[in-house]
C-alpha cells in the first residue's frame, strides 16, 4: 500500500518535474465536454500497491510500438493505436538494452545499490490512446526514458508526439540534473506520459 | 526499513492532472504513512469537490445552474462567491479589460480561475492534515510551502516556453504561489478580450507570489493585456507580485524583487513560432546566469 513513499528522492524529482510539465504530447486541455474529460485511469500512485512484483498491473505490449528518442523526427509515425501491438518500431538508440522487456524489472527487489535496471511502465489509456514508456534506472537515477507506445489517431497527434515526447524525456532527465523539484509553465499536462512513468518507478520499487 | 521521504501523488481531476508532492522532513516523526494517506485524501477530495462545484460540463454544478439563469450568485457557497470575488478583484485591477470568470463570447465560465483556487485550497488541506512541507501543482501552475528538504527551500523551475526542456529561471523559496501562463505550441490561447484575437506580444507571463488564485488570473490577465501588459505588471509590482515575462523574440524582463535565478534569454525561433521537429538541445546548466537585482522591467 505504502511502496510509493519509499521512492527515491531524485526519482520522485524527476516524476514531480514531469507532473508539472507543460508538455503536452497527448492531452491539450481542451476539453469539451464530459466524455472527452480524462478518464480510464490505468492506474494510479495510490493504487499501485504491487510494485514489488515483477509482472505487469496493466497489459504489457508484446512489442514496442514506437521508440522514439530525443533525436527522432519522423521515426514513430506507426506506432499502435489504443491496444497492445507491434507494428513500426523504431530503434531506441539510447536504451542499451531496448524496450523488449516489456512488463518486469531485470532486478525486481527492493534495490537501492546502483545496478541499472529497466523498468516498463503500465499502458496507461487516456483519451488520444494509450501511452506506454520504459524507464532506465542506474540505481536511483533514472537515466533514460523510452516511449513504446504513444497514440497516432491523427496526423496532428504523430506530430505533436515526435515533437512532445523528446521534450517529456528530457524534462525527466534535466529535472534530475537540475535539483528542481517541480516546473511552472502554460498549461499543459502529458498525463498518461507521466502516469507510465510513475508506474514503472513504482514497479521498480525505487 | 528505509527512510520515507514524503509522497508523490498525481490526481486527474479538472481536465489535467494535479500532482502533489508531500516532504517529509526528519522532524516530523508523526508524519507517517498513514497520516500521509489521509493527507492526500483529503487534497485530493478538495480538488474533486472544486471540479464537481464549478464544472461547466456537470449540468448540476453551481456554476452549469448560473450559466443557465436558474440561480444568483447570491444564492452559491461562499466557496463559491469567493472565487467570483476574485474575478471582480482581477477585473478591477487590469481596469475591466479582463475579468477571469467570463469567456470571451460572453458565458460565465471561471474555469481559468478554479485551478488556482483549487490548488490553494487543497494546500490548507495538506497543511491542516499535518503535512506542511508540500507542493501542489496543477499542469504548470503550483504552490510550494515549507520546505523541500532539510534546510532546503522549493526549487521551482519556469519553463521556456520555447523549448519547454529548457528553464528560462529558477524561483527559490519556502512559501510561493507560481503561475505562468503562455502561449503553447497550438499558438496563443490566450484572447484579447477588447480585440478577441489572440495575445501574443508576450510568449509568456509567470507571476510569483502568496495567492495562486490571483498570481494564476494576473498571468493571464497580462498575456491577455498586450500593450496595456507593462502597466499592468507595472502596478503588481507595487503590490508585492513578483514577475517574470518572455516576449515573442524570447527577451527576458523581470520585476526587481524576482525571487531567483534568470537566463539571459530564452529560446524563441526568430519567426516565435514552435516548429513541430524541434528538440531539446541546450542545457540548464548552460542557460542559467545568477540575476542581478538591478535588472529592469518592461518599461
Known sequence: MNENAGKPYRARLGFAALMATVALAVGAKTATGPGERPVALAVTPATAGASQQPATTGDPAPAPATAPTS??????????????????????????????????????????????????GDAVSTRYGSVQVQVVLSGKTITDVVALRLPDRERRDIEINNWAVPILRQEVLDAQSARIDTVSGASYTSYGYAQSVQSALDRAGA | MPSRPGRVHAEPVMGTVVSIDIRRLPDA???????????????VAVLHRADEDFSTFLPGSWVSRLRRGEIGLDDCPDHVREVYRTADACRERTGGSFDPAWRVDGTLDPTGLVKGWAAD???????????????????GDLLVRGASGTGRPWRVGIADPFERARL????????????????????????????????????????????????????????AAGHAAPALLADLARQGWAWLTVDATGRLA???GFPGQVAATA?????????????????????????????????
Do not use: F, K, W
Open chain 2, 254 to 256: 523581470r520585476s526587481a
Open chain 2, 267 to 299: 529560446s524563441a525561433p526568430s519567426n516565435g513560432i514552435i516548429p513541430p521537429d524541434m528538440h531539446p538541445s541546450e542545457r540548464l546548466s548552460s542557460a542559467l546566469t545568477r540575476s542581478t537585482p538591478t535588472a529592469a522591467g518592461p518599461g
Open chain 1, 71 to 120: 533525436a527522432s523526427g519522423d521515426g514513430n509515425s506507426t506506432s499502435a493505436s489504443g491496444d497492445a501491438g507491434s507494428s513500426g518500431s523504431n530503434s531506441s538508440g539510447s536504451s542499451s538494452s531496448g524496450p523488449g522487456s516489456a512488463g518486469s524489472p531485470s532486478g525486481s527487489g527492493p534495490s537501492g545499490t546502483a545496478t541499472a535496471q529497466t523498468v516498463t
Open chain 2, 121 to 139: 485550497a487543497a494546500s490548507r488541506a495538506l497543511t491542516d492534515a499535518g503535512a506542511p512541507d508540500h507542493c501542489v501543482n496543477a499542469a
Open chain 2, 168 to 223: 528560462v529561471a529558477v524561483v527559490e523559496g519556502t512559501d510561493l504561489a507560481v503561475a505562468t501562463s503562455g502561449v503553447s505550441e497550438r499558438g496563443g490561447h490566450v484572447v484579447d478580450p477588447r480585440t478577441g484575437t489572440p495575445a501574443s506580444a508576450l510568449a509568456s507571463v509567470t507571476i510569483v507570489g502568496a495567492d495562486l488564485t490571483l498570481a494564476d488570473a494576473y498571468a493571464t490577465a497580462a498575456l
Open chain 2, 29 to 43: 516523526a508523526e508524519l507517517g504513512p498513514s497520516e500521509l494517506d489521509t493527507a492526500i485524501a483529503a487534497a
